[in-house]
């Protein structure tokens, strides 16, 4: 009986074979030497001729390549669905099972290079996407949908090309497409720490397995469907994440009519009455750093206790404070009402950091987790500060989570001497910076950056058809920011992606093609512009001849004597030309 080996033995003797397996392919002509040498210096790569050439077999050559050497994880395949005069009519089955007849080429490169079963077969199917060129577009978000734009959230349905969203960086980054697609099937995808955004099943997430993050993958690109094959393992572990913002949101600045870290204590530790207002706090550190920052003509005067009564400097009928306030519509709001106003959640890193300064040094503290980590909270009796709160540390590159805690007449607590009692649901919400969020020296003295927010993927569920629109941003990772400062995209990255008979194209097509590439990913082009199905409307000449000379863009034309395929072919194309 043969010896049982480990899972952990397999899995390497599957990684040794994987570093050993290798495509290897002659080249017969020096255009096809040309094209390896052109393939490697230019991100696009356009591979014209006539049929025989060995334009297919190449540009598959050069992506299994890629794949087999860990330069790239995906192979993207596409191809004009045109049948040359021909009615199929009706295609059984599913997408794939339609498309499949139309990439029988492809494949048969892929096996030519790769025969038999082995592990490196495993790999390169692993990597395949089929990608018709009618579902590119359809990655895509419902129009009510909120997308982060410098000022403030925006509905899908109303952006433009032109429009200004938020990267992956925190900065602006232009709207270069917006594609309606119509109704789709749509998806909520759930976050573990509560937010959650709807879009199609064919949407992109760039997301970190527990598996690639072993193996020092680093992220890949799934569909929503995909992760929702398994989104737990056998442990029930969450295993997919998502990048969190790498930098603040830089939003565009708002004037402001009142410091915002003495809006945010006072919004932790102050009496906004509709006839005084007070400030209570126990900290002098605290009652001096607002008393520099208060408007022209108020000061701070000292009442009993802890409590400090923000007056006017001269006697006047009219309190300075008391109409800010008013105008900010915070004047008579009891503990559980408070909120932050729009102009200092949409505002500049600097205010919002301020106010949530202000608002951490009252109602903030550190404990320590169980891990040993440095745990930051935050808790409010108004559910809508505590979800302000939540805006500003994601925001700010953060992770905020919160939690309730019902209302329970026995709760009490014992402070400087005196029993609280409880008497209303309280929120508490755990946040976790990439920066000390206090001031105050106490609280700040305590703080530890050794936390690392993950944002998981908790559950994926369908929901109903909804009119969609997917848009495509210029930026290096084609990231964008939707609601809850979840990152997401829809294009291509760390790809090979192939147009294969793009003669049969036209430019809208092959313009959204070109389009769709990301980050550390290349494209081959291939194709004969003088042999189209598509009666004179092919885009292939006509997009080459306007991308001649640009940088990062390579171009080899074969010819009939460059034909390998068969010795007769050039004759017959000379005859038939």
């Known amino acids: 009986m043969p010896k049982r080996r480990s899972a952990r033995a397999v899995e390497r003797e599957v990684t040794r074979e994987q570093n050993r397996a290798q495509v290897t392919f002659e080249f017969l002509t020096e255009k096809q030497k040309l094209a390896w040498d052109e393939y490697q210096k230019n991100e696009v790569l356009f591979l014209t001729g006539p049929a025989g050439t060995g334009k297919t077999f190449l540009a598959m050559a050069f992506a299994i390549r890629d794949v087999l050497e860990k330069r790239r994880t995906n192979i993207i395949l596409t191809r004009p669905i045109v049948e040359a005069g021909e009615s199929l009519g009706f295609?059984?089955?599913?997408?794939?099972?339609?498309?499949?007849?139309?990439?029988?080429?492809?494949?048969?490169?892929?096996?030519?290079?790769?025969?038999?079963?082995?592990?490196?077969?495993?790999?390169?199917?692993?990597?395949?996407?089929?990608?018709?060129?009618?579902?590119?577009?359809?990655?895509?978000?419902?129009?009510?949908?909120?997308?982060?734009?410098?000022?403030?959230?925006?509905?899908?349905?109303?952006?433009?090309?032109?429009?200004?969203?938020?990267?992956?960086?925190?900065?602006?980054?232009?709207?270069?497409?917006?594609?309606?697609?119509?109704?789709?099937?749509?998806?909520?995808?759930?976050?573990n720490d509560k937010t959650s955004v709807k879009c199609s099943g064919d949407h992109l997430w760039s997301t970190i397995t527990l598996d690639e993050k072993h193996h020092n993958k680093g992220y890949s690109v799934k569909t929503t469907l995909e992760i929702a094959k398994r989104i737990k393992n056998k442990h029930n572990q969450k295993i997919h994440k998502i990048p969190i913002l790498t930098h603040?949101?830089?939003?565009?600045?708002?004037?402001?009519?009142l410091d915002p870290y003495v809006l945010g204590v006072l919004l932790g530790d102050g009496h906004l009455g509709k006839h005084a207002c007070y400030l209570c706090s126990s900290d002098n550190e605290i009652v001096a750093r607002c008393n520099t920052r208060l408007p022209q003509g108020v000061c701070i005067k000292y009442n009993k206790g802890y409590d400090y009564r923000l007056v006017n400097i001269t006697r006047t009928k009219t309190s300075i404070m008391l109409e800010l306030l008013r105008s900010m519509n915070l004047a008579g709001k009891k503990s559980y009402e408070k909120f932050i106003p729009e102009a200092y959640k949409i505002n500049s890193v600097e205010v919002r950091l301020e106010i949530l300064r202000g608002l951490m040094d009252t109602d903030g503290w550190i404990c320590t987790h169980r891990s040993g980590n440095t745990r930051?909270?935050?808790?409010?009796?108004?559910?809508?500060?505590?979800?302000?709160?939540?805006?500003?540390?994601?925001?700010?590159?953060?992770?905020?989570?919160?939690?309730?805690?019902?209302?329970?007449?026995?709760?009490?607590?014992?402070?400087?001497?005196?029993?609280?009692?409880?008497?209303r649901p309280s929120y508490q919400v755990d946040i976790m910076l990439p920066f000390n969020p206090f001031r105050l020296a106490r609280k700040a003295n305590q703080y530890v950056n050794n936390q690392r927010p993950a944002k998981l993927i908790s559950d994926i569920v369908l929901l109903q058809e909804e009119e969609c629109q997917c848009i495509q941003v210029d930026s290096i990772d084609h990231l964008y920011v939707t609601s809850d400062f979840i990152l997401t995209h829809n294009t291509f990255s760390d790809a090979v992606c192939i147009f294969d008979e793009a003669q049969n194209a036209t430019p809208v097509q092959l313009k959204l093609f070109l389009s769709r590439f990301g980050k550390n990913s290349k494209i081959i082009v291939t194709g004969d512009p003088g042999q189209s199905d598509l009666q004179n409307k092919t885009g292939l000449a006509k997009v080459i001849s306007k991308l001649q000379g640009l940088n990062g863009v390579g171009f080899v034309q074969f010819f009939r004597e460059d034909v390998v395929r068969h010795s007769l072919i050039s004759a017959i194309l000379e005859r038939l030309e």
């Open 91 to 191: 295609l059984p089955g599913d997408l794939t099972e339609k498309v499949n007849p139309y990439m029988v080429p492809l494949y048969d490169c892929y096996h030519t290079l790769c025969p038999g079963h082995t592990i490196k077969n495993k790999v390169i199917e692993q990597a395949f996407e089929v990608a018709p060129l009618a579902f590119m577009r359809g990655r895509a978000e419902p129009l009510d949908a909120l997308i982060m734009t410098p000022q403030g959230h925006k509905r899908m349905g109303d952006i433009k090309v032109g429009d200004k969203v938020i990267g992956s960086d925190g900065l602006s980054i232009n709207v270069i497409g917006v594609f309606p697609q119509g109704k789709k099937l749509i998806y909520e995808v759930i976050f």
């Open 248 to 257: 603040p949101v830089q939003y565009k600045s708002q004037e402001i009519i």
């Open 376 to 423: 930051i909270q935050y808790g409010s009796t108004s559910k809508q500060l505590a979800d302000d709160v939540m805006f500003l540390v994601r925001s700010l590159g953060g992770y905020a989570y919160c939690n309730k805690r019902e209302y329970n007449e026995n709760d009490t607590h014992l402070l400087r001497g005196h029993v609280v009692r409880h008497m």
